[in-house]
Structures are given as C-alpha cells and as structure tokens.
C-alpha cells in the first residue's frame, strides 16, 4: 500500500487513445519526471492538462494528463490518468518510463483492491465492479450496477442494524442485571427481530437462486443418439451452421458450443457425440463426454426421431435425464410419428423439424416457460450473485434458526447471543467488515490488471 502502482487500463492494441493510470502517494512525482507542461503538483484536482511525454529530450508521445488528488479519487490516493494515443509501442514506453521512475507495475485487481482496503468500496461493491465489465446483456449489467453502486451494501446493513441492536439489548441485561430501569430482552423480543430477519434472509435466498441465471447463464446439453438431429437443432437455435451436419453416423465426435439469448439470459449451448455402442476408440471417448455432461447441465435438450420407435439408446438416454431439467425435442416433425408416446409420460416435450424453422421458436418458448424468463425482469436487482455471498448468507441464516431454536427451548440468553453473533459476522464477511487475506487474493485475482 506503500507503494506507487502503474498500469495500461485500456485494452492492448490500436485504438484512438491508451490510458495509463498511476495511483500512490509518489504519484505526482513520478509523472512530473516525464512530463513536460503545467507543474502537475500544482494544478487544481481533477483536472486534465495539456504536455507531452519526455524521455530526456526525446519526445516520448503528446497527451492529456488527468490529475485527481487524495481523498477524492477511486483508491482514495493521488492518482494520474495518461491519456496518450493508442498503439502498443507508444503505451508500453509511457507504462516503461514510470516503471522506470519508481512505479511498481500493478498486479490484477490491485486500484480496485486499493479501493477496497481505503474504505472507498467494499466486497459486494467490488464484485459488482467485475461483473460489470464481464457483463455481456443488458440484464447482467442491470444487476451489476446495482451491486456496483451499493445496492447489496445497504441491505445487508439493514440486517446487521437489526442484529446489532438485539446484541447491544442483550449484552446490557447481562452486565448490569442490577439495573431496572433498562429494557428486559426476553425470548419473545429475541424471536420478534429474529424472526423477520429469517424471512427477509430466506427470501433473499430464493430470489438469488431465482435470479442466478442472469450471471451465470443457463448450461445447455443436447443429447441424443447419433443422426438424430442434434446438430441441425444447435444450427437453427444459432442461426448460422456452427455443427458439420452429415447422414454419416458419428460425424460429432466431440462437443461443439455456441451462445444465444433468450431475453437477455445467456444459453451456451453444447452439442454432443451422438450416443451408442460403439467399438471406434475416438468416437467411445465422444460417448463417455456427453453422459458426463448431463450431469452439470441446467437443462438437457433429448432428441428423438419422430418418425422412428424408440431404440435401447433412446431409452437410455431418456432414464439417464428423468430427474434432470429436460425438453424431450421430437425432431422431424414432418414426418409420420412412430415414436411411443407411452415412454415420455411426464417429460416437457416439444416438437421440430430442422428441414425448415418449424418448432424453434416453440423450443425457445418452451425455454422461457421453465426458467420463468419473461417474469425474470423486474425492479429490484438486488440479490446475491456468486457462491461466496451465497453461502455465508445461507451460513447466517443456519445461526438464526438455532438462536430462534434456543430462545423456544429456553436456552440461557449468553448461549443464544453466541448464535446472534456468528450471524452478523458472517454478514459481515458479505461486504467485507471482516476478511482474511486469502478472500481478497481470491477476489481480486479475476480482475484484469489496471482495474
């Protein structure tokens, strides 16, 4: 934290213009070695100043100088954004000569980590800082910007106020029993608070489980026997030919992904080898991925022939997904059906004919209707968005429901504060009051280096 940190903030390439921030206390210092215009040290915060780049008297590139000053700034430390024009030779010599006027080259992550430890953010906000520059829908950005600027924060908070006033209650009555003119915590006050911060936790729970798909997308397989149809649904649902599509058995020997959007959700989509007994060593391996695969999908696309009875694969495949999230596609729709209806009792099904566009878009609607997608737009962004938060969430949650269990018991009230308080700890850890170093390198780690 001692040190003055430098890095290029924009992407690597040519463009029309390159940043190179600076963020430490020897900010200004180092800058002003190699720059030739206004005294940096003098000009008011938050201005941009006119000069050029210097190498002694070799004139490195002509830039515009962003100078903000301490407190006011993203790390809270003095910071000096170089603005000069893009290309790699000109922003690698500039990022070269701060590097060699006594920057440090910044890690991943580390102005925003810097920000994090100055108190200018905290974790959830962090976490919305890289969802936001992941963010590849609108939907995602919508709930990254609420985390970004707080959202999360001031809800948690809320929940710790509670539980802060509740321990506060408790703690007096223990150590000043002798007083009678202070408020008697009883059980029915304790259940009272914790009560409403059961449902307001269990709620925040189940939405975030709702809501997890903005982030991370639905993990979509498409299984079948061979020459079934799977890679022609994968090219209809793409509209463009990502698949080889052959008559040849075994032509997908191995997964072929690609991405759509279904009102602002992401699908990638995994098409697979086509499944059967099969004595070809590279085809065998195809076969063994895409039974793996079933296993971590969030939903399973089953591709039958309509026009055929159902084979030994077919069932197969069929009993290996009955308790996954499923669409049975009946494809070739234009034919004459001969499937058995009686083997696909219970199972979402729906049918398409890849000759033509007929059935698609009746997938995509099927899609919509199992995950909810056109009620999934709402309001309020505010939920938890990766597992770290999800799990301490659950964790405080786990220490309400045995502090609620204590007080119907008539459990001693220093043993039901125990549970109080790993609560509003592990609140805490959500938006990082308390941390360990190995959570923050975690964190940070995933950002790009001059965030």
Excluded: W
Aim: some cysteine; glycine content about 6%; aromatic content about 4%.
């Amino acid at each position: 934290m001692e040190d003055t940190i430098a890095a290029i903030s924009t992407a690597l390439g040519v463009g029309a213009i390159s940043i190179v921030r600076v963020s430490g206390p020897d900010s200004l210092d180092i800058v002003s070695k190699m720059f030739k215009g206004p005294d940096l040290k003098k000009v008011n915060t938050h201005t941009i100043n006119y000069g050029h780049i210097v190498d002694g008297d070799e004139i490195i590139d002509e830039v515009l100088v962003s100078v903000m000053k301490a407190p006011n700034t993203y790390t809270r430390e003095d910071i000096v954004e170089i603005n000069c024009h893009g290309g790699i030779s000109t922003t690698n010599k500039v990022l070269e000569l701060l590097l060699t006027n006594g920057a440090r080259l910044a890690e991943r992550g580390e102005f925003t980590k810097r920000a994090f430890l100055n108190g200018r953010i905290d974790l959830t906000e962090s976490e919305g800082i890289l969802d936001l520059i992941d963010s590849k829908s609108d939907l995602e950005r919508r709930v990254a910007i609420q985390n970004e600027t707080g959202g999360l924060h001031r809800l948690i908070e809320k929940y710790r106020d509670k539980l802060k006033d509740v321990i506060s209650h408790i703690e007096v009555n223990i150590d000043y029993p002798e007083y009678y003119d202070i408020e008697v915590v009883d059980d029915k006050k304790i259940n009272d608070n914790i009560d409403y911060l059961i449902d307001e936790l269990k709620k925040l729970i189940k939405e975030s489980e709702g809501k997890r798909i903005i982030k991370t997308g639905i993990r979509t397989i498409i299984v079948g026997r061979p020459n079934v149809g799977k890679s022609s649904i994968l090219n209809k649902l793409l509209n463009y030919d990502k698949a080889i599509v052959t008559d040849i058995e075994g032509t997908t020997r191995d997964t072929v992904e690609g991405e759509i959007y279904i009102d602002g959700v992401h699908l990638n989509i995994i098409d697979t080898a086509g499944i059967r007994k099969t004595d070809n060593v590279v085809e065998k391996i195809g076969v063994e991925k895409s039974l793996s695969l079933i296993d971590s999908a969030d939903l399973v696309l089953v591709v039958l022939n309509s026009n055929e009875p159902l084979t030994k694969e077919d069932k197969k495949i069929l009993e290996k997904t009955k308790d996954k999230t499923s669409i049975v596609v009946l494809n070739k729709s234009d034919l004459e059906s001969h499937i058995e209806k009686d083997y696909l009792k219970g199972r979402e099904i729906t049918k398409t004919n890849t000759i033509d566009d007929n059935g698609i878009d009746t997938l995509k609607e099927k899609i919509k209707e199992m995950f909810n997608l056109d009620k999934i737009e709402t309001v309020d962004y505010t939920y938890l968005t990766n597992s770290r938060t999800m799990s301490l969430a659950k964790s405080a949650l786990k220490s309400l429901e045995s502090a609620k269990k204590g007080a119907q018991t008539n459990t001693p009230i220093d043993l039901i504060e125990i549970d109080i308080k790993d609560a509003f700890d592990k609140l805490g850890e959500i938006i990082g009051v308390t941390y360990t170093d190995e959570i923050i390198d975690n964190l940070f780690k995933n950002f790009c280096v001059g965030k």
